[in-house]
């Protein structure tokens, strides 16, 4: 099992920036980051595949996030630009050994989340 640790979660101001850092025990064919607001479902942000480096975007972050790797393929990146208060929430880290997409069933391995809170 693939242990992950996120960080780099905070509090900013709209239109603000953050880079959030997932460090994977073992190298992952798939690794993404979802995001989680109390009552509402976990939903995928982005996703990156270590082999080629397909990235898959929500809409709602398209222009705006960028997920990125380490040389190692064991450390994902979310550099988060222009942030807006519907950004806030709890990011995690998830991990796939198969085809992947922005659906929580895709992913066997989850980090234990970051908080983002973005103020107006």
């Known amino acids: 099992q693939v242990q992950l640790v996120e960080s780099g979660g905070g509090s900013v101001q709209a239109g603000g920036s953050l880079k959030l850092s997932c460090k994977a025990s073992?190298?992952?064919?798939?690794m993404a980051w979802f995001r989680q607001v109390p009552g509402k479902e976990r939903e995928g942000v982005a996703r990156?595949?270590?082999?080629?480096?397909?990235?898959l975007y929500d809409d709602s972050v398209k222009g705006r996030f960028t997920i990125s790797q380490d040389n190692a393929k064991t450390t994902a990146y979310l550099q988060m630009v222009e942030l807006k208060p519907e950004d806030t929430g709890t990011y995690y880290c998830?991990?796939?050994?198969?085809?992947?997409?922005?659906?929580?069933?895709?992913?066997?391995?989850w980090g234990q989340g970051t908080t983002v809170t973005i103020s107006d």
């Open positions: 990156i595949y270590s082999i080629g480096g397909d990235k």
């Open positions: 073992h190298y992952a064919s798939c």
């Open positions: 998830a991990t796939a050994d198969d085809w992947c997409g922005l659906g929580r069933r895709d992913y066997i391995n």
